[in-house]
């Protein structure tokens, strides 16, 4: 039984808690969340068992603690969990880069291995979240000469928890990859605009029939 910690309650950290609230390999849950409200009506709806208006000694006893925030505040964070968690405890994020993060984390006292599920939405806030976000959504985990073989094993068990399907890589290879694929399409949609603008006609035919696309 895994006792789990949520950094960053709002859509994904909140439906990384509803999705492991049905697992029956996950004890409890606590979180924190710079908004209170998030908290209070998490626990209020028993997906979470307990929370913290800060990172403090409530983390002390989780086995893995998601960082669900921006990326620019995850090795801080990581940071504060390190003088308030077990030795053992595996801190993990869900940060969309991932090389700068781990460059910077071999510098802390617990074991820190990155993570990055592959969802997303416009949406934002705990009351956005759901509990069935990541079913068959690919999770990549990265790993590196730090990360021990059964953190690795124990990360990928509780990620198949929430009934995602993890990928093992490590921290270039996801940034290349991460890239390549958020960046693609971006040059393609802005070059068929270009196109367009170019070759349409008067009655602006092609513009209309292009939209779906830009």
Same mark, same amino acid.
């Given at each position: 039984?895994? #006792?789990?910690?949520?950094?960053?309650?709002?859509?994904?950290?909140?439906?990384?808690?509803?999705?492991?609230?049905?697992?029956?390999?996950?004890? &409890?849950?606590?979180?924190?969340?710079?908004?209170?409200?998030?908290?209070?009506?998490?626990?209020?709806?028993?997906?979470?068992?307990?929370?913290?208006?800060?990172?403090?000694?409530? @983390?002390?006893?989780?086995?893995?603690?998601?960082?669900?925030?921006?990326?620019?505040?995850?090795?801080?964070?990581?940071?504060?969990?390190?003088?308030?968690?077990? #030795?053992?405890?595996?801190?993990?994020?869900?940060?969309?880069?991932?090389?700068?993060?781990?460059? &910077?984390?071999?510098?802390?006292?617990?074991?820190?291995?990155?993570?990055?599920?592959?969802?997303? &939405?416009?949406?934002?806030?705990?009351?956005?979240?759901?509990? #069935?976000? @990541?079913? %068959?959504?690919?999770?990549?985990?990265?790993?590196?000469?730090?990360?021990?073989?059964? &953190?690795? %094993?124990?990360?990928?068990?509780?990620?198949?928890?929430?009934?995602?399907?993890?990928?093992?890589?490590?921290?270039?290879?996801?940034?290349?990859?991460?890239?390549?694929?958020?960046?693609?399409?971006?040059?393609?949609?802005?070059?068929?605009?270009?196109?367009?603008?170019?070759?349409?006609?008067?009655?602006?035919?092609?513009?209309?029939?292009?939209?779906?696309?830009?």
């Amino acid at each position: 039984m895994y #006792n789990i910690g949520i950094i960053g309650l709002g859509f994904l950290g909140g439906s990384l808690a509803k999705s492991l609230r049905k697992s029956k390999k996950v004890d &409890s849950i606590i979180a924190f969340d710079t908004n209170v409200n998030s908290l209070k009506q998490a626990k209020e709806d028993g997906v979470i068992n307990d929370y913290s208006e800060s990172v403090d000694n409530k @983390f002390e006893n989780c086995d893995i603690v998601f960082i669900c925030t921006p990326v620019k505040a995850i090795f801080s964070i990581a940071k504060e969990l390190e003088e308030v968690t077990k #030795n053992n405890c595996i801190i993990t994020d869900t940060g969309s880069t991932k090389k700068k993060i781990i460059q &910077s984390a071999t510098s802390l006292k617990r074991e820190f291995i990155g993570g990055h599920p592959m969802v997303g &939405s416009e949406r934002s806030g705990y009351q956005t979240s759901k509990d #069935n976000l @990541f079913e %068959n959504s690919y999770y990549i985990i990265t790993k590196n000469e730090n990360n021990k073989v059964t &953190s690795i %094993n124990t990360l990928e068990e509780v990620i198949k928890e929430i009934r995602a399907i993890p990928i093992i890589i490590d921290e270039c290879e996801h940034d290349y990859i991460t890239a390549t694929i958020s960046h693609v399409p971006h040059i393609i949609a802005s070059s068929l605009t270009t196109m367009v603008q170019q070759l349409d006609s008067k009655d602006e035919i092609m513009r209309t029939l292009a939209a779906r696309w830009v």
